[in-house]
């Protein structure tokens, strides 16, 4: 009886599913396919990344320093962006949002490229002033860093007033670099057209008081929709944060290409731009 139940059980049992066989086998065979693939995406992001993850490994922040230091994503871009940029030259800009720059600690973005400009924030609107603005040009002056003012224009107030503004607040001298006009809200009481009227006043004002043409600040978007065809006579200083763009535009002036940066005795985190040509062709733009 037991033999008989044996070969009972040995009748009943199933063969082996080929269907589950062929599903091992695809995913074995898939899995030889992206192991390579993901393998090799690695080196190239490594070989891609060499300077900045070389960098990285060698940065040194003291512990008592307070210094904002972004993600190791966009660490990687900004070290990237600048060392294929290193044939031209670097600068920052501030306002008083960075706070009080301990100046005397401010040389190099990232701990590796010298700051060779810094744009400060002079006035915004018809009336204000920033707060931290007198004590940042008179600093970056006595760095010997280039320097220049920018005015943040809010569309909804009067052009010529804002213009009286930045010129009652900032006097330029030899060396300097033009007046900045940042522009990056479309209005809401009036239409573009007269947005560019007021924008044209502005320009005009500024110039005819310091003999310099000024340079236009703005967003990539907001720039080529609304500027573009009507204020490409002048330089353009154009902000593009896209993770995905690694080289400035032939057409740009300056880029702005983070928000995130690195610079000691600057606690909270700097805007990084870079000027599209060398030390020379930046002092072809300064005021004689």
């Not at 080196?43 to 972004?70: D, M, P």
């Not at 809010?154 to 009652?168: C, D, G, H, T, V």
């Not at 002036?253 to 060398?278: H, L």
């Amino acid at each position: 009886m037991a033999s008989g139940r044996t070969e009972l059980k040995r009748l009943k049992r199933k063969p082996p599913s080929k269907r589950k066989r062929k599903k091992k086998n695809s995913f074995s065979l898939k899995k030889h396919i992206i192991f390579p693939i993901v393998l090799i995406t690695f080196l190239l992001g490594v070989w891609h990344y060499r300077y900045a993850l070389y960098y990285l490994a060698f940065q040194k922040i003291e512990k008592n320093e307070s210094i904002k230091v972004a993600p190791l994503t966009t660490q990687l871009r900004i070290f990237d962006v600048l060392q294929h940029h290193k044939v031209k030259v670097f600068g920052v800009d501030i306002s008083h949002y960075q706070g009080e720059v301990e100046w005397s600690k401010v040389t190099k973005i990232q701990d590796s490229f010298p700051i060779n400009f810094v744009f400060v924030r002079a006035t915004a609107g018809s009336v204000k002033v920033d707060r931290e603005y007198y004590r940042n040009w008179r600093k970056v002056k006595e760095k010997g860093i280039i320097r220049g003012a920018y005015h943040y224009y809010r569309p909804n107030e009067n052009s010529i007033l804002q213009a009286n503004n930045f010129i009652k607040t900032v006097k330029l001298q030899k060396g300097d670099l033009p007046p900045v006009l940042d522009i990056e809200d479309v209005p809401r009481v009036q239409s573009i057209e007269n947005l560019k009227i007021g924008l044209t006043k502005w320009l005009k004002t500024v110039e005819a008081h310091y003999g310099v043409k000024p340079i236009i600040y703005s967003g990539e978007s907001f720039y080529n929709d609304h500027l573009y065809e009507d204020f490409s006579e002048y330089t353009c200083w154009i902000a593009n944060y896209n993770y995905y763009v690694e080289n400035i535009d032939r057409d740009w002036g300056f880029w702005q290409f983070t928000d995130k940066g690195s610079v000691r005795g600057i606690s909270e985190y700097v805007d990084i731009n870079i000027f599209n040509g060398n030390k020379e062709k930046l002092l072809q733009l300064v005021k004689k």
